[in-house]
């Protein structure tokens, strides 16, 4: 997630990111980092399946550890515009989970 092009970027892990999407752009968590930051944007998706959540949590730990550089390369090489890839997924609000 990012909030413009070459702006903040968020790194994170989801079971369902089509929900977790919606809970970035509605600032489902206001006091969360991509709330404060206004991360609503979804630029990039990168995907690695695991058995156990501990095993997610542990990479998405070293993939916040890396250079923003070498960030910023990867998300351009496949979405050199920064778009939003969330934009055509006619995500459904009225159903949102609480």
């Known amino acids: 997630m990012a909030n413009k092009p070459k702006g903040v970027i968020y790194i ?3 079971d369902n990111i089509r929900e977790r ?3 970035h752009q509605l600032k489902y968590y206001p006091k969360s980092f991509t709330s ?3 991360c609503d944007k979804l630029i990039y998706i990168y995907i690695e399946e ?3 959540g501990s095993c997610a949590a542990n ?3 070293q993939l916040k550890k890396w250079k923003r550089d070498w960030k910023i390369r990867i998300i351009e ?3 050199p515009g ?3 890839i969330s934009m055509n997924w006619n995500l ?3 159903k949102f989970r609480k």
């Open 59 to 61: 990479r998405e730990r």
């Open 12 to 14: 994170g892990v989801t």
């Open 77 to 79: 090489e496949i979405n």
């Open 36 to 38: 404060k930051y206004n």
């Open 82 to 84: 920064w778009m939003d």
């Open 50 to 52: 695991y058995e156990k």
């Open 21 to 23: 999407v919606k809970e």
């Open 92 to 94: 459904d609000y009225r």
